[in-house]
């Protein structure tokens, strides 16, 4: 076979990236998709959140979860308050500025998730999850 997981995987999350940046420039938002699940993720929890979520949600490290962090506090999307349980931590939840644009952002989710799987069956749709756990799992990493 000529095709490569690898690249495959890789065409097609820029072919995902580029439709949600096309989204977002008509609709006039400017977050990157990054920032956009973690103010997706944070709203949608119904427990308090912290960094290390943010940074087993997104597989990332640290350092990038802080400057992504930073960069919407910054901005006034995100609120973080030391935790009540533990002065180490702070708690992250998101702005009135955020609550503005979680529905419409969660909207346009929804709409790509119903594009991506079109006239896919749901058999299928068992089959390549299967395949990417699979894949997933042969990385060695916890994906």
């Known amino acids: ?3 490569r997981i690898g690249l495959e995987l890789r065409k097609v999350q820029q072919l995902i990236k580029h439709s949600i940046a ?4 008509e609709e006039n938002i400017n977050l990157t998709h990054g920032q ?3 103010l997706l993720y944070i709203s949608k929890q119904d427990k308090p959140v912290y960094q290390r979520d943010i940074e ?5 490290r640290r350092s990038t979860a802080t400057e992504m962090l ?3 506090e910054r901005d006034g999307y995100i609120v973080r308050q030391r935790s009540p349980h533990d002065g180490r931590l702070k708690e992250i939840s ?4 955020s609550l503005q644009l979680t529905d419409k952002m969660d909207r346009h989710m929804d709409d790509l998730e119903e594009r991506l799987i079109k006239n896919i069956s749901e058999e ?3 089959i ?3 395949v990417l756990d699979q894949v997933g799992e042969n990385t060695g990493e916890n994906a």
């Open 1 to 3: 076979m000529d095709r």
């Open 22 to 25: 096309k989204k977002r420039a």
């Open 36 to 38: 956009v699940r973690v």
């Open 56 to 60: 087993n949600m997104l597989h990332v």
């Open 70 to 72: 930073n960069v919407l």
């Open 94 to 97: 998101v702005s009135p500025l």
């Open 124 to 126: 299928d749709l068992k």
């Open 128 to 130: 390549f999850y299967k």
